[in-house]
């Protein structure tokens, strides 16, 4: 069975541009969520996702957003990139909303704003 | 507010000696605790989780963790110590009773097995 697959891998934008990073969760999943990771703020909770409609939602401003889509993949987008945002995305997935539920790690989106 | 704590930003350990990486944690209610690992430019990999029964949970690579409620704590343990253990270990926890909550992780420790 697939991974989770996250794409692009790695990217460089310049501040001010948005990015759009991708995420196809394992097959059957449904809650897809989204965390930022970073050597001085460790791993920081983005959103979820399950069934195309957003369930929770992190600390994050309002340039972050994302969305699911009927068959399970999710998107996010960071509008007017700052450097700060320099990060690993990481993205996971589990099977449905129960809080028993392992969540799966894709191997991650390298974005660095320069 | 549920939290995470993994008191040792570092552990060293020989090969061959065992090794523990502490967390403790904070939650209302029952906590679902779980371990992830990762390697150095990859995601996280999940090692083992307590939900409920035992307290004493076996996962991956020969892992195993101890749920302690009355310490709040979820110590990682393994007997012996390779060096391709060598990463950096996550504790993470979200409440049994609430899902609007989501999971919250430990700062990590990275773990060193020297040859």
């Known amino acids: 069975k697939a991974g989770v697959t996250q794409t692009p891998r790695y990217l460089i934008k310049t501040r001010g541009q948005q990015v759009t990073l991708s995420c196809s969760p394992i097959?059957?999943?449904?809650?897809v969520s989204w965390y930022q990771q970073t050597p001085g703020q460790g791993l920081q909770f983005l959103f979820e996702?399950?069934?195309?409609?957003?369930?929770n939602k992190g600390n994050f401003p309002g340039r972050f957003s994302g969305r699911q889509f009927s068959n399970s993949r999710s998107e996010m987008n960071v509008s007017t990139l700052e450097l700060g945002d320099s990060a690993l995305y990481l993205c996971?997935?589990?099977?449905?909303?129960?809080?028993?539920?392992?969540?799966?790690f894709g191997e991650g989106s390298w974005l660095t704003v320069v | 507010a549920q939290s995470v704590a993994q008191p040792e930003d570092q552990v060293n350990v020989a090969e061959g000696n065992p090794l523990t990486v502490k967390c403790t944690y904070s939650?209302?209610?029952?906590?679902?605790l779980f371990w992830y690992v990762q390697y150095p430019n990859r995601g996280l990999q999940f090692l083992l989780k307590?939900?409920?029964?035992?307290?004493l949970v076996k996962g991956s690579y020969g892992f195993e963790a101890e749920f302690n409620k009355s310490q709040t704590s979820f110590h990682l343990k393994k007997p012996s110590a390779l060096v391709s253990d060598s990463a950096l270990y996550f504790c993470?926890?979200?409440?049994?009773?609430?899902?609007?909550?989501?999971?919250?992780f430990g700062p990590g420790t990275r773990l060193s097995v020297l040859p």
């Open positions: 996971a997935s589990s099977l449905a909303g129960v809080s028993g539920n392992t969540i799966y």
């Open positions: 097959s059957g999943h449904r809650s």
């Open positions: 996702y399950f069934s195309e409609t957003q369930r």
């Open positions: 939650v209302s209610g029952n906590p679902y």
């Open positions: 993470a926890v979200r409440p049994a009773d609430n899902y609007g909550q989501n999971f919250v």
């Open positions: 307590y939900i409920t029964g035992d307290n």
